[in-house]
């Protein structure tokens, strides 16, 4: 990790790229339901899709505390958008561990300049928080892969260009494999219509015999389980950011609008429960943020145990959070709050998914008695 110094200043750049570029569109787009366009064109032009990849292809080499950092900052602003500019990275953290060098410097270099993007597909119809029932089946046939099956819920699907699918490959052996949305045998369910995270896309994604070129299999085709299980250690701590934007978001607004609230001929900020409310918001904020990066300093290191059950733990603390402090921002904005006229609103809904993707946060309760266990 580099100097915290360093951190901050670039917090300080993301919260005023952010505050700039992605705030005055992220209402229109939960409104609308539709992509946040422009906030990804100023994330193109700020570099942003690249910050998780190496310069070598074409990205600004960020470590993990600084993806933290960027997606905390974006989903103050908007949850949407910084769903659409993790994903990327998410998706993206298995092809770079695992594949060959060709295929990385194939695709990572349009993923990093925001040409082109990727889908991380992983939860099906009857599969879901058991991902070891999934059904979809991928087969050698000639000189690549068939893939059969269906997956649910896949963020950023009809969208993306790239899938990354896990796919059972035997009774007991799973594989990464990735597809090209132009490939035969790959289409697309309808639309989801979503509480939250309106403006970003969410369908299923259909394989009917897909052929995709050997080339494809991200490592070892029977490797998945860890592939998989790292890449939920990287993306829970991004999740978890996104969590905390949103709950930090929420927090500063309630701040804001509790001062200038009048009521009884002063300010509802010198009511003692609104100080007791406010209080105990700062302490999940702060707290939150705290384990959160703990967690990021723990995938750093050696022991992976720790770094799993660490990035479930601010997984679930930050989206806990994130629910908790947007319901009691929602309170204090009054009747206000309840309307579309005030972000908090649009907060609240959006921090209700960070509990349940990702692994739900009694999925991530069992992975954390399991490391405490020593399991
Ligand atoms: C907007 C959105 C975007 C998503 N994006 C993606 C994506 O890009 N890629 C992807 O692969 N998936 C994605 N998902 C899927 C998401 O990860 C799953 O919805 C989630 O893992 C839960 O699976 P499920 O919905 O099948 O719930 P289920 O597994 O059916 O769970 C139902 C309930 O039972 C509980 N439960 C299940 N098992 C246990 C247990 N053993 N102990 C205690 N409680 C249990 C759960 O916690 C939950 O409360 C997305 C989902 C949404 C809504």
Known sequence: MQDLNVYEQFRDSMRRFATDKVAPHAAEADRTSSFPAAAFAAFREEGLLGLAFEEDLGGQNGDLMSLVICGEEVARCCATSSQLLMNNWIASFPLLQYATRELIEAVIPPVAAGQKSMGWCLTEPQSGSDLWSLQTRAEPSGNGWTLNGRKRFITGATWADWYLVLARTGEKSFGLFLVDRDDSGLSFGRLESKMGLRGSPTADVIFEDCQIPAERAVGDPTGGYKYLTEGLTYSRALIAAQALGIAQGAFDAAVKYTAERQQFGEPVSRFQMVQGMIADMAVKVESSRALLYRSVEAASGEDQNKARGMASMAKLICSDTAMSVTTDAVQLHGGYG??????????????????????????????????????
Do not use: C, F, H, S
Request: net charge positive; proline share 3%; no cysteine.
């Open 338 to 375: 309840y309307l579309t006229d005030y972000p908090v609103e649009r907060m609240m809904r959006d921090a209700k998914i960070t509990q349940i993707y990702e692994g739900t946060n009694q999925v991530q309760r069992l992975i954390i008695a399991k490391y405490v266990y020593g399991q």
